[in-house]
């Protein structure tokens, strides 16, 4: 138990489930609810999958040694054998110990050293035998660059034979990656993992696309910052899931099912989502230790689920779960933001609740947020008319108006939750644009256009007079939903939610275009809550699409940014503990992803950043004292772009140091796929890195960068 949380390249894309291996390999190993399903024809749908096999030019640098070993069908002491005299022979090489048959163990484990690929081939695995006494079957301590993956066309297996009891245990350890494995049968845990520095995602742990079925607990995860786990399949272990307490984590794409808890999470500034949960005594519990953790778009397979909320500022956001939410008393700023079929106790002071209704979510439900009525309120815009066969231009309903009849109804009724319905054409003639009371959800049908008798796009000048289209609220909660939100080329932004409107707020499925600065505007927000950007399309902007600055936590999540003058999303100065998730960002003058001027803790997670003029994604420090790092950049696509993925500084105290960039798919770039930084951007780790057919360099290496490279890949001589 750790610290009590025991117990191809395409975009990825929503798939039927299938089968992590074969029928064949699963059965007797595998016999839980998922598997019969499948074995059974019903339909079942799996959680999307985000990881990608590795493909890079070399291990851990372009002037590597490589040693290979083969190990044949026997027992654990003859491999180890192998292995120690290998090692002992050369302490520089890369080991690479492709595995042929079966291994047994009998009273040690099979201990892996530092700077080591282990590769099971088809048909291989390693089992306990009868007499077992091994405390696990694989053992790596306190080593680094160590990988355990299948190659053939069948995951190898892990088998404990209900003897040992743990299957792959990894303690003081950093940049170890497990990959397309079964382990089954442990009567503790199937995989443990503990970091040797609970901080640094350059040393992050990964295990991915692996099957943990019937052991006591699936995977215990502690004490190593930025793991990423991914396309897991979870079933029937007896005790925990999945546990994990890791800094800035990412849990997406699993299957969790048939286990007394499903996932225990005690991390920090982390993220669960796109998940797919069947049957658990509990689906998901948030620890005390757990902090801002984002749980976000998991869906079930069953109707009846059940959450326990500890820790401190944790966030549900658009989960598709029926089931209840049991806050602990002992938790705070507990976040319940517009998810389907969720049940709580809403009179409960630690939880913040809002569930307002949208262009795309237009329920009728009276609590919108708790201890507040609801009011309905239409104001219309003009229409298109028609006269004989011609169609007349609307006349636009004036957002003074507008402005003026919200203000009556907020007045009138200071407890409720406004819900304002805009049906029409819409237009402002003033630099404040509309400006939401507080606890105003908005829903558009139509377009407001900014028209402030301005020459379109002035240059930037130094204390310009804000103006906006629409300006969140103030305080409380809001939203806006729908429609088309036009700057005109006139006013600095569509969406203004910076300093002077920091409510906890939602957008979502907003169009927005032509401000000439940015669409959305979000400097200085100091808020109770995070913004939520989701499935909205920005474009066409003059300076970036969406730019938190010096601001609190921002989620942006499945939006389309396209088209602006800088960058599709800039995470700039200061902004920190921010996700980018699911995002598409293309054809923007400078980057798709720009992290710049010591951001730090942010996760970029599953997006597609290509055809942008700079890199898809680009992390760098010109000005801020401090560093931009402690950044987590997983699973992307950055294709057709200058670079995919680079990293710079400007001097000593401004860096770009210390951020995790893994299994990030660069190709087709003009330059290079990845640029791994210069003397003021060090040590940062590229991990599992899909690298191919870019102009330049697939991977461009530094040795003032110092950079950490670790990628399970079987290179040939000619590739290196």
């Known amino acids: 138990m750790l610290n009590g949380i025991g117990g191809s390249v395409d975009h990825p894309h929503l798939m039927k489930f299938k ?19 499948l074995l059974a024809g019903t339909p079942c749908y799996s959680a999307q999958s985000f ?60 201990m892996l050293p530092s700077k080591s690929c282990l590769r099971f081939l088809s048909g ?84 991915t696309r692996c099957v943990l079925n019937r052991n006591g607990n699936g995977l215990l995860v502690d004490q190593t910052a930025g793991f990423v786990c991914l396309d897991n399949f979870f079933e029937e272990n007896t005790g925990t899931a999945l546990g994990i307490s890791s800094l800035n984590s990412v849990v997406a794409g699993n299957m969790i099912g048939g286990s007394i808890s499903g996932i225990k999470n005690g991390s920090d500034r982390a993220v669960v989502t796109r ?19 984002l749980v976000s778009e998991n869906r079930s397979l069953e ?96 957002i003074a108006y507008v402005q003026s009849e919200i203000g009556k109804v907020s007045s009138a009724n200071p407890q409720a939750v406004l819900v304002l319905h805009l049906q029409g054409e819409y237009i402002s003639k003033s630099k404040d644009g509309l400006q939401l009371p507080p606890n105003t959800c908005v829903i558009l049908d139509g377009t407001i256009i900014s028209d402030l008798g301005l020459p379109i796009d002035l240059p930037w000048v130094r204390g310009e007079t804000i103006s906006q289209v629409v300006l969140m609220a103030s305080k409380g909660f809001s939203s806006f939903s729908g429609g088309k939100i036009d700057g005109g080329r006139q006013a600095l932004y569509d969406v203004n939610a910076s300093s002077n409107a920091p409510s906890i707020a939602l957008l979502e499925g907003v169009n927005m275009a032509d401000s000439s600065r940015d669409g959305i505007y979000i400097k200085g927000r100091s808020s109770p809550g995070p913004l939520y950007i989701y499935q909205c399309n920005i474009y066409g902007n003059g300076s970036r699409c969406i730019w938190p600055h010096v601001c609190s936590p921002v989620h942006s999540i499945a939006n389309t940014c396209t088209g602006s003058h800088m960058d599709g999303i800039d ?30 803790n942010n996760i970029a997670f599953g997006n597609i950043f290509s055809a942008n003029g700079g890199s898809g994604v680009h992390i760098w420090n010109e000005e801020v004292k401090g560093n931009t790092g402690s950044n987590a950049v997983v699973s992307n696509i950055c294709q057709a772009n200058r670079k995919g993925v680079s990293a710079g500084g400007r001097s000593d105290d401004k860096t770009a140091s210390g951020n995790l960039i893994f ?58």
Do not use: W
């Not at 089968?19 to 399903?37: D, K, N, Q, R």
């Not at 070993?69 to 890369?94: L, M």
């Not at 011609?390 to 309903?397: L, M, N």
């Not at 980018?580 to 992803?593: Q, S």
């Open 51 to 110: 990881f990608s096999s590795p493909e890079a030019p070399f291990i851990i640098a372009p002037n590597e040694s490589i040693q290979r070993i083969a190990i044949s069908e026997g027992s654990v002491e003859a491999a180890q054998a192998a292995i120690d005299s290998a090692r002992q022979k050369d302490s520089n090489s890369v080991l690479v110990l492709e595995v042929g048959g079966m291994l047994t163990a009998g009273a040690t484990p099979l």
């Open 571 to 600: 995470l700039d100065a200061g902004a920190k503990d921010c996700t980018a998730l699911f995002n598409i960002c293309t054809g923007n003058r400078r980057h798709g992803l720009f992290l710049e001027e010591a951001t730090h």
């Open 663 to 720: 299994n990030n798919v660069c190709s087709g770039n003009r330059v290079d796929g990845i640029a791994s930084g210069n003397s003021r951007a060090t040590n940062n780790y590229f991990g599992q890195c899909v690298n191919y057919g870019n102009v330049g360099l697939d991977i461009q290496t530094s040795d003032s960068a110092a950079a950490y490279f670790f990628n399970a890949v079987n290179p040939e001589p000619s590739a290196r």
């Open 19 to 37: 089968c992590p291996s074969s029928s064949a390999c699963l059965a007797p190993a595998v016999s839980g609810i998922f598997s019969l399903l």
């Open 275 to 293: 998940n797919v949960f069947g049957k658990n005594g509990t689906a998901l519990e948030l620890l005390s230790n757990s902090v801002s953790v």
């Open 124 to 207: 291989s695995g390693i089992s306990a035998k009868s007499s077992s006494t091994a405390h696990s079957l694989i053992s790596i301590t306190n080593a680094e660059n160590v990988s355990i993956v299948s190659v053939g066309t069948i995951r190898a297996t892990v088998d404990g034979a209900g003897k040992v009891p743990v299957g792959i245990s990894v303690g003081g350890s950093s940049r170890i990656d497990v990959d397309r494995l079964l382990v089954t049968r442990c009567s503790g845990s199937g995989i443990e993992m503990t970091g040797s520095d609970p901080l640094a995602l350059n040393q992050a742990q990964s295990v």
């Open 303 to 398: 109707t009846n689920q059940n959450f326990l909320v500890a820790g401190v500022g944790n966030q549900f956001f658009r989960n598709e779960f029926p089931g209840s939410v049991n806050v602990s008393s002992s938790a705070s700023n507990t976040l319940l933001i517009a998810n389907s079929k969720f049940t709580t106790d809403t009179t409960n002071t630690n939880v913040g609740y809002f569930n307002p209704p949208t262009f795309s979510h237009p329920h009728t439900n009276a609590v919108i947020i708790p201890g507040k009525y609801r009011v309905d309120i239409t104001i219309p815009g003009g229409k298109v008319t028609k006269e004989k066969d011609k169609s007349i231009a609307a006349v636009p309903t004036d």
